[in-house]
């Protein structure tokens, strides 16, 4: 009985905004009754004027006209109820709908079952957000791409984002408007500039296939970078100041996520990063080679019987191989022990204790520009 007076309560407040004026208690219990258990083909004859029907008596005189009109009005009035909850021919507030919905849980449900949600991440496939790495990863071909998301008005007409729509077009990839909530949901919470992509999933290469440069290639190796801000500005920088290649350790790494690519600003769907299991052995097979082995330490590292240069006085003359070292911990000690020489970044000034050092993609940036530099002069 409380359901009931409750649910009369909602209706009241939904049919007196409906016809702007407030409706008696009775109309009400007829509109409650009515809109709630007939279905449309069934509203041209409503509960009480079959109940009236089984009446065999005569009204009086004057009196028929009058039934009949009210029944009609009545009629006209619940259809119009019912399209309006939905949604056939009448566009209303989300606040009425929601009342109405509230009152009718069939409709409700329906309703959920007309607007399916956009399909969801499975195990073969992530989601790519952004406009570079969503465009990079269509243009590059690396990955298999099912589903480009837009973000649904004017974001979508952006250039920026024109240009990747047409590219997916091109392509055969289905192109699909949603809603912003929708996009902040499956890029879990990241910067999707209004364009998210269902694509498979990029791993790390092993299979020597890449051909080396003849002069003095370098090698960028990193080992257990955990942060895949820190991985994506490292490879940034990478891929611009012309390293021949990226090489990293498999264990305590950040996986190649679509963090990592927004972070580089889409480089991680165009340059390949090698992975391994042993980076001890791939450097003493590349020292058996002639390359050599460069790593990286702080200003105030002391390292028995190892010379420390600075970055400025180091010159690269023959194949190299630079290694960096993860957060906090930097290079292991087995790494350590395999470099012939260790290379620092000196500090403009005196540095207040607990900073000694640069965070590790400013600091890979900075020894890479150097190399390269030196390599170029020296050429």
């Keep these: ?4 007076i409750a649910n009369q309560h909602r209706l009241r407040l939904v049919l007196n905004r409906r016809f702007n ?5 009775s109309q009400v219990a007829f509109y409650h009754v009515t809109a709630s258990h007939l279905s449309p083909k069934d509203s041209k004859v409503s509960p009480v004027a079959r109940g009236r029907s089984r009446v065999q008596h005569k009204p009086a005189e004057g009196q028929e006209h009058e039934g009949s009109t009210q029944r009609k009005v009545f009629k006209s009035e619940i259809s119009l109820l019912q399209k309006q909850m939905r949604g056939d021919e009448f566009r209303v507030s989300p606040e009425l709908r929601k009342l109405c919905l509230e009152d009718f849980p069939a409709e409700r449900e329906r309703q959920v079952k007309q607007k399916p949600a956009p399909e969801a991440k499975s195990k073969d496939c992530e989601v790519v957000f952004g406009v570079a790495p969503c465009f990079l990863a269509l243009t590059q071909a690396r990955r298999r791409v099912h589903k480009l998301f837009v973000k649904d008005g004017e974001a979508s007409h952006r ?3 024109l240009k990747v729509c047409e590219e997916a077009h091109l392509r055969g990839v289905q192109v699909h408007r949603v809603s912003r909530k929708e996009l ?7 910067v999707h500039q209004g364009v998210c992509l ?5 791993s790390y290469l092993t299979e020597d296939s890449a051909p080396s440069r003849k002069d003095a290639p370098l090698w960028l190796v990193l080992e257990r970078i955990q942060d895949p801000m820190n991985l994506g500005a490292i490879l940034r920088s990478a891929y611009f100041l012309g390293v021949d290649r990226v090489a990293s350790s498999l264990r305590y790494t950040c996986p190649l996520s679509p963090v990592v690519s927004k972070a580089s600003s889409g480089i991680m769907e165009v340059m390949g990063v090698y992975g391994y299991e042993n980076l001890a052995e791939m450097l003493k097979l590349k020292m058996e080679q002639g390359w050599q082995v460069v790593g990286t330490v702080g200003q105030e590292t002391e390292v028995s019987q190892m010379p420390i240069t600075k970055c400025s006085d180091f010159k ?3 194949p190299t191989l630079l290694l960096m070292g993860g957060e906090g911990e930097g290079l292991s000690k087995e790494l350590l022990s395999t470099c012939q020489t260790l290379l620092t ?10 900073i000694e050092s640069l965070n590790v993609s400013v600091a890979t ?4 520009h150097s190399l390269l530099s030196s390599r170029s002069s020296t050429t």
């Design 1 to 4: 009985m409380a359901g009931f």
């Design 21 to 25: 004026a407030p409706l008696s208690a």
């Design 159 to 161: 250039a920026s984002v």
């Design 184 to 190: 902040d949901k499956m890029s879990n919470g990241g």
């Design 198 to 202: 269902l694509a498979s999933p990029l």
């Design 316 to 318: 690269m003359t023959k």
């Design 345 to 354: 970044i000196p500090a403009g000034r005196e540095l207040v204790p607990g």
């Design 365 to 368: 940036g900075i020894l890479l």
